[in-house]
């Protein structure tokens, strides 16, 4: 959004991890200008909407967030623009996102199965009515960046339920704060988007990270006898992560959010049933915390997990059942039973979410469990390994 705006866009306390460097970089690419004063402060000068005749590939590393959003963009250029990234990345669909595009005015020149990268895309972005596929907030996010750039307005209907809404939601706040117009309904089914808008630049702190954060408090509700405090969370903020933290209470965690959030260990942990449709990228950790809840957790409506960097239903089955885990998958979810864990060599198949997923598997399982591509966990979370020796846990890295 900074780099789509008029004039000097402030961003404080930005996350610098694999992910958000590698946007810098395709926003670069696009003609921006950033730099990083200090590093907790990074200065974009935008490009107003128009993409000058740069570069004509971009590389996006194993960021789908980056690659979503920029395909949009991209297809307000009157170029074609090549956008690819890393094995990972040349999974992910966006066959829906490019469908929604093309009814909008954009011309997809080139594309692998699917919808999967190296994706070659060209506009210019026109407007008009476009339906957009509610699986995945992917789908439709990109759409609500690039629609305010087309010269006639927008209309995008969701075919369905809409999911993740929280990040919606997240969306909607970001282009509010740069001046964009976007009308909507109640369930986020429907939005109307004039065109011919300008992004206004913004001076912003980048709140703390509900998804991130995730990891540290279920590996203090799980291992940790005493307190453990997270700082800097905004429960106000319209992240749609910070559901975990309801469900965590559900299943008897005990957190105190009056004034920052305090986290004790409860007796026992029970089973619960968790609609996880909000919150996917949650998946992975709330089947570990399950393996150690009485009785039986169930995770459902959350089949868009298996369109992230993995398909994380099928991945935390099958390594969380090497560790010993009573678990079993469903179409849409996991079903799982209390367990005792085992520490074993389990593979993290380069999501970041997952490692980190298994790593606190790991600090309630007996023995020592060995995590492949642990390095995935830097993409999002480059202090995990720190964060999570500061609670205590016995972890190291090691480079194979």
């Not at 010269?151 to 369905?160: A, C, K, N, T």
């Not at 702190?205 to 799980?222: E, G, H, Q, R």
């Not at 469900?247 to 026992?268: H, K, P, W, Y």
Request: with cysteine.
């Amino acid at each position: 959004m900074g780099t789509l705006a008029q004039g000097r866009t402030v961003l404080t306390n930005p996350l610098e991890a694999s992910d958000t460097l590698s946007a810098m970089q395709c926003c670069k690419a696009l003609g921006a200008r950033i730099t990083q004063e200090e590093p907790s402060r990074w200065i974009i000068e935008g490009i107003n909407g128009h993409i000058p005749a740069l570069n004509e590939s971009l590389y996006v590393g194993n960021s789908g967030t980056t690659l979503g959003n920029l395909i949009a963009v991209c297809a307000t250029s009157d170029r074609p623009i090549t956008l690819d990234g890393d094995a990972s990345i040349r999974t992910r669909p966006f066959a829906s996102l490019l469908k929604s595009l093309q009814q909008l005015g954009a011309t997809v020149k080139e594309t692998g199965p699917n919808g999967t990268a190296p994706i070659t895309i060209c506009g210019p972005l026109q407007g008009g009515e476009a339906v957009v596929d509610g699986t995945t907030s992917i789908y439709l996010t990109p759409l609500l960046i690039a629609a305010p750039l087309a010269p006639r307005p927008s209309i995008l209907r969701v075919d369905g339920v809409m999911n993740e809404k929280g990040y919606v939601r997240m969306t909607l706040d970001w282009l509010a704060a740069c001046g964009i117009e976007v009308v909507t309904n109640d369930d986020l089914t429907c939005f109307e988007v004039p065109g011919a808008q300008t992004y206004q630049p913004i001076d912003r702190v980048i709140a703390a990270d509900f998804s991130s954060a995730a990891f540290p408090a279920c590996a203090a509700v799980l291992a940790t006898e005493a307190e453990v405090v997270v700082t800097g969370l905004d429960f106000e903020d319209p992240q749609g992560d910070k559901k975990v933290f309801d469900f965590l209470a559900q299943m008897g965690a005990v957190l105190d959010r009056s004034n920052r959030l305090t986290i004790r260990r409860s007796g026992s942990l029970r089973g619960v049933r968790m609609d996880l449709s909000g919150t996917p990228d949650a998946l992975p950790i709330l089947a570990v915390v399950g393996c150690a809840a009485e009785g039986e957790t169930i995770i459902e409506n959350v089949a868009m997990a298996r369109i992230k960097e993995t398909d994380r239903i099928s991945v935390m089955r099958e390594e969380l059942t090497k560790m010993g885990a009573n678990i079993e998958e469903m179409p849409d979810g996991l079903i799982i039973r209390h367990s005792e864990l085992h520490g074993t060599r389990v593979n993290g198949h380069d999501d970041h979410r997952v490692v980190m997923a298994l790593a606190v598997a790991g600090l309630i399982a007996e023995g020592t469990t060995q995590i492949d591509s642990a390095e995935s966990a830097r993409i999002t979370y480059p202090t995990f390994v720190s964060s999570m020796q500061a609670l205590g846990a016995e972890i190291e890295e090691h480079e194979d």
